[in-house]
């Protein structure tokens, strides 16, 4: 059984296993979320995007602008492949590059990463801390559930961890969706279901399976609050 990661490194090295695991299994359209407010978002792509440097030249890097992709450039050293903002001149994927990564696209530039990831047509696609769901700006009529339904939604989870008060959601592909509820000093496993649950589901499961009267409230103990701790360390 996969265990909650006690380090961001470890974290990390998680979704790289399973990101090539899904890629393995013929996966196409993937997503990564490491979903911790104190998290720094270029130490973290710098470590996740280097779990796949053995793929040299056949990788290809997207940040949503230049500055960031230059940033990287500039302070990840020299590197085998190419790292772009979308809109660079040099941003065309090419032939030979056979897995694409996009850091953090936002709903911003949704229309610009869709049309690339048509190019790559059925190259894999990963995203990473993706945030491409802002209903500001994608809509919530139809224009907005037409591309949810034509693109968003075609893309699965295969890392996903998110710290709740006294909880964490959890997926590591190719293991189901788990909760885990912080008890003492460890956490230990309430549930597992085939898909993400999300509001009231989530709720329930807190609530019923955690044997609790009302959701959890944070301890200040375990695994997940250690990493939190680790992770404002970081970003100081």
Known sequence: M???PSTLEAAIA???DATKAAIADGKTRLQVELLFPELGLMPAAQQFVTGFGDLGSELRVFFSDAGSAALARRDW???PFAVRGIDD??????????VILFVQPSSIEVGKVEALCDIAGDRPVVFLNPRLEDVATIGIGYAGRQLRERFLNRFESCYYIRPLDGAALFRCY???????LEQS?????ISETSQKPVGEGLEQILLTQGGRKQPPAPTGRGLLSNLQAFLRA???
């Open 89 to 98: 001149m040099q941003a065309d994927i090419q032939p030979d590059e056979k």
């Open 77 to 79: 050293g020299d590197l």
């Open 174 to 180: 190719p293991a189901a969706w788990q909760v885990w």
């Open 14 to 16: 998680q979704s790289v």
């Open 234 to 236: 970081l970003s100081q």
């Open 2 to 4: 996969v265990q909650l």
């Open 185 to 189: 000093e460890n956490y230990t496993l």
